[in-house]
């Protein structure tokens, strides 16, 4: 199993920034990548972006490209999302995963972090 728990959410005014971490353990070692998703208010849960552990080859959604950056440490497992420029519409709790394979769903999931942007 591998637990995740993600922290560093807020409330922040629109063009400020933010960044929420995510700190796994367990057999975080049968984990190949790390994702961030998140889940608007009435909205279903969306990607936003990934990592892998090995490379740091990294992937975003459209919407958050070029103001979210993915970053990871390997020796404390920790994944981190540096949230830039942000928007009222990014307000959504954050969501954390890890997947086994390079490919398909996620298997682990954190409990999620409360990221609130006012305009």
């Known amino acids: 199993q591998v637990q995740l728990v993600e922290s560093g959410g807020g409330l922040v005014q629109a063009g400020g920034s933010l960044r929420v971490s995510c700190a796994a353990s367990g057999r975080t070692f049968s984990t190949s990548t790390m994702g961030w998703f998140r889940q608007a208010p009435g909205k279903e849960r969306e990607f936003v972006a990934r990592i892998s552990w090995i490379g740091g080859i990294t992937y975003y959604a459209d919407s958050v490209k070029g103001r979210f950056t993915i970053s990871s440490d390997n020796t404390k497992k920790t994944v981190y999302l540096q949230m830039n420029s942000l928007k009222p519409e990014d307000t959504a709790v954050y969501y954390c995963?890890?997947?086994?394979?390079?490919?398909?769903?996620?298997?682990?999931w954190g409990q999620g972090s409360q990221v609130t942007v006012s305009s």
């Open positions: 995963a890890a997947r086994r394979g390079n490919f398909g769903g996620y298997d682990y």
